[in-house]
């Protein structure tokens, strides 16, 4: 078939009036994936679990959880990092990417790269031994530990537990050795059965046992105490300023995820923080439901990156 000029310029005209197709509005799409990069059952998963439930529920789209753990939790950081940035996939992030852009000189992905969109609950670390151990103070511990050889467990090397130990012993001149283990539920065994002197880990793992009375508690990490566990005292009121570490667990985005989309979660991330059930929930496991805008997310993930390289360059930490 033989098309002329006229017959050319009358398809051209039909084709303008051809409805357009639109671009889905985000995120109607398809569900949101959201990368956990730990296994089940710890706090950062069972928190991330409670954020997607309630951005399900905000943004009228499924938001389907994937653990994807292992290797420091890169596994699933280099899972999003590569994934496309188009507001379809989020990822549980937590103070582990400020650490490993140091302890991973060779990663295939930049961990500072990501497109940051909540701070969700700070994670406060302890220092904990058990009830009939003779330290009572942050004083004590450290005379122990000049006295007698201490073991002190944390969830793995590499750690913020283990970076905030290297921390305390050279503020105070003290030396133990750093026992570090695949999560930190084996290390509290291991301390409830006398084979640890101390455990440094995150509030949230051992609340329970101090208010039982098993455990007792040494310091907490933050700047002010803790409404889990208000009766330990933090580091400044133990004797050591300038070395408070908090956690945090919260999410971020693919590098080159849309700000505006970053912001959308982030707003409604702090809806539901402000809900009385959702922060009562976060509380029961010893953690402090926060709400910052994205910009105080980046500027935090850096600033402890900074910090902790200096921590594992004086250490000499080394990934496993």
Request: hydrophobic share 50%; proline share 7%; aromatic share 4%.
């Amino acid at each position: 078939m033989v098309l002329n000029r006229r017959s050319l310029l009358g398809l051209g005209v039909a084709a303008l009036a051809l409805p357009v197709r639109a671009e889905p509005a985000w995120p109607t799409e398809r569900p949101l994936r959201y990368i956990v990069p730990v296994a089940a059952g710890g706090s950062q998963d069972i928190v991330a679990r409670l954020l997607a439930r309630q951005l399900a529920a905000a943004l009228g789209q499924n938001v389907q959880v994937d653990n994807l753990p292992g290797a420091g939790s890169n596994i699933g950081y280099d899972a999003a990092a590569r994934a496309n940035p188009d507001g379809y996939t989020l990822l549980a992030g937590s103070d582990s990417l400020s650490i490993n852009s140091a302890l991973f000189p060779r990663l295939g992905f930049n961990p500072l790269a990501f497109t940051p969109v909540a701070r969700a609950v700070r994670v406060p670390q302890i220092l904990v031994v058990r009830a009939d151990s003779p330290a009572r103070t942050l004083e004590e511990f450290v005379a122990l530990t000049r006295r007698d050889a201490v073991a002190v467990g944390t969830p793995g090397n590499g750690s913020l537990a283990h970076l905030l130990g290297e921390v305390v012993q050279a503020a105070t001149e003290c030396r133990w050795t750093h026992v570090p283990y695949k999560g930190g539920a084996l290390a509290v065994n291991d301390l409830l059965g006398g084979s640890l002197q101390g455990v440094l880990i995150n509030i949230g793992a051992v609340t329970d046992h101090v208010r039982g009375g098993r455990l007792r508690g040494i310091f907490v990490s933050a700047g002010s105490r803790t409404a889990a566990l208000p009766e330990v005292p933090t580091l400044a009121e133990a004797g050591l300023t300038g070395a408070e570490a908090v956690g945090w667990h919260g999410i971020v985005a693919p590098p080159g995820t849309d700000p505006a989309i970053a912001l959308r979660l982030n707003l409604a991330i702090g809806q539901a923080l402000a809900r009385p059930e959702v922060a009562e929930r976060i509380a029961a496991l010893g953690l402090e439901p926060v709400n910052e805008p994205p910009a105080a997310l980046s500027a935090l993930i850096r600033s402890d990156a900074e910090r902790w390289a200096k921590v594992i360059q004086r250490a000499r930490i080394q990934a496993d």
